[in-house]
């Protein structure tokens, strides 16, 4: 569910009043999903301002962070847990995260994400999410804090909102008893924004020659990313439930706790 849009934090959304199975649906207000806080005014934005903000998690990497540094509000923690830490450790590819270095060179992107590699790089990334320990400490972290009530109004995000945040909310719908169908909607929603947000460098990497196809795969969210995810859970887990205890090693106790606090 959209919030109110923020004037100074993109791709705002809060995951209250989405509809769960027997008529029930979230609870607004307690956990919220956005693109980083870097440009956080409070004085400037009264929507974010009347959140009252009592915990940030943020999903981002140690580069993107020291680029980008959020901004609290007052009394706010935060949180740090780096969803793709093990990823680009293992792997040395070039962080989905980093959408301005991957379309800085039309030729270079070319090289390393056409025929189809944009979308195979971002299907082994939602794998990651799954798979990985240190993706799993960040979505344990996040399952853990939402489920306590005195976490206060909570916000996770990542950079642009749409990955690493996107499985985040995934999950924790899930967990709610979200259907696929919801779970896909709320995942695809994000799309509008993010693409208003980086419309510049889409612009700029296709005046410069370069295939609009591969600047969407990497800017936008789609069908195809959340599948590979939720494909990782089938696999290795058997499902969602499975994956949430043994994969992360979140109790019963606390997934309980959870739908006691956010379905209303």
Not at 66 to 83: E, T
Not at 197 to 212: K, R, V, Y
Not at 223 to 237: I, K, M, N, T
Request: aromatic share 4%; proline share 6%.
């Amino acid at each position: 569910m959209t919030a109110k849009p923020s004037t100074t934090v993109a791709n705002l959304r809060d995951l209250g009043g989405i509809p769960l199975a027997g008529g029930r649906s979230v609870r607004p207000g307690l956990v919220l999903r956005s693109g980083a806080l870097d440009r956080l005014d409070l004085d400037a934005d009264p929507v974010m301002a009347g959140l009252g903000l009592r915990t940030v998690i943020d999903l981002r990497s140690a580069p993107e962070r020291a680029d980008h540094p959020d901004l609290l509000p007052d009394g706010a923690r935060l949180l740090v847990r780096d969803v793709l830490a093990d990823k680009m450790s293992e792997s040395r590819m070039p962080a989905a995260a980093q959408l301005k270095d991957l379309l800085a060179d039309p030729v270079v992107a070319e090289e390393r994400l056409g025929n189809g590699k944009a979308q195979a790089l971002f299907g082994s990334v939602y794998r990651s999410f799954v798979s990985t320990a240190s993706a799993q400490d960040a979505y344990r972290t996040l399952l853990t804090e939402a489920a306590d009530p005195q976490a206060g109004p909570l916000l996770f995000h990542c950079t642009a909102g749409k990955d690493r945040t996107g499985w985040g909310a995934t999950v924790i719908l899930a967990l709610l008893g979200a259907d696929e169908e919801t779970l896909m909607a709320e995942y695809l929603s994000v799309n509008p924004a993010v693409k208003e947000a980086f419309a510049p460098l889409i612009e700029g990497f296709t005046a410069a020659g370069g295939d609009p196809e591969i600047a969407l795969a990497l800017i936008g969210v789609f069908p195809s990313y959340l599948e590979a995810g939720l494909d990782e859970v089938r696999v290795r887990f058997g499902s969602m439930e499975k994956y949430v205890r043994e994969g992360l090693g979140v109790p019963d106790e606390t997934v309980e706790a959870l739908r006691a606090r956010l379905i209303a």
